[in-house]
C-alpha cells in the first residue's frame, strides 16, 4: 500500500523544482553588476565624478593661460577644443547613466553637477570671479559625493548607533589636529 499518488508525486516534484529555480535564480556571483543594484549605482556614480573632474580639470586648465596671456594664448587653445569636446561628451555620457540606475534625488544633484560645470566661464578674465566659479562647481561635486554616499548606505543610518559613535570620535579627532 502507497502514500504517494502519482498526482501527489508531481505536485512534490513540481514544488522542489520551483524551489530549486529560485534559490539558483537568486544567485548572484561578486562583483557581477546588475541594473539597480549598488554596484551599478556605484560604477555609474563614480563614473559621474571620474568626468566632472576631468573636465573641470581640463577647464581649470583652459582657462589660466587665457587669464595670464590674454589672446596670446588664443593659438594654443584652439587646438584643444576638440579634446574639450571629448570630455563634454564623456560628461553627458556619465550624466545619463546616472539617469538610468540613480534614484530622483542623485539625478537632480547630478543635473546640478553637470549645470555648474557648464557655467564655468572659460573666456574669464577675472582670476577672482573665475575661482568663485570654480569654487561653486567644487561644493556642488561634494554635494552630489554625499547624496552619493547617502543613496549606496555608506553613510550611518539612525539605527547604527555604533558606526555613528564611531564616526563622532573619528571626526572629533579630526577637528582637533
Not at 499518488?5 to 505536485?11: I, L, Q, S, Y
Not at 557581477?32 to 555609474?44: C, F, I, K, Q, T
Not at 580639470?57 to 583652459?62: C, E, L, T
Request: positive net charge; proline residues 3%.
Amino acid at each position: 500500500m502507497t502514500f504517494i499518488t502519482p498526482g501527489v508525486a508531481a505536485a512534490g516534484i513540481k514544488a522542489t523544482g520551483s524551489v530549486a529555480s529560485a534559490l539558483i535564480g537568486r544567485y548572484r556571483p561578486t562583483g557581477v553588476p546588475r541594473l539597480g543594484s549598488n554596484e551599478d549605482r556605484a560604477e555609474a556614480y563614480r563614473r559621474l565624478l571620474d568626468a566632472s573632474a576631468r573636465s573641470f580639470g581640463y577647464a581649470y586648465q583652459f582657462a589660466h593661460p587665457r587669464c595670464e596671456a590674454g589672446r596670446a594664448a588664443d593659438k594654443v587653445l584652439l587646438g584643444q577644443v576638440p579634446q574639450a569636446w571629448e570630455l563634454s561628451s564623456e560628461l553627458i555620457g556619465a550624466l545619463q547613466g546616472v539617469r538610468l540606475c540613480g534614484s530622483v534625488h542623485v539625478i537632480a544633484t547630478a543635473e546640478t553637477l553637470i549645470a555648474a560645470t557648464g557655467d564655468l566661464d572659460l573666456n574669464e578674465r577675472n582670476a577672482d570671479r573665475f575661482q568663485q566659479q570654480a569654487e561653486a562647481v567644487v561644493a556642488t561635486r561634494d554635494a552630489f559625493l554625499d547624496v552619493c554616499r547617502e543613496d549606496l548606505a555608506y553613510t550611518a543610518r539612525w539605527w547604527q548607533v555604533r558606526r555613528r559613535i564611531k564616526e563622532h570620535r573619528f571626526l572629533r579627532k579630526q577637528a582637533e589636529r
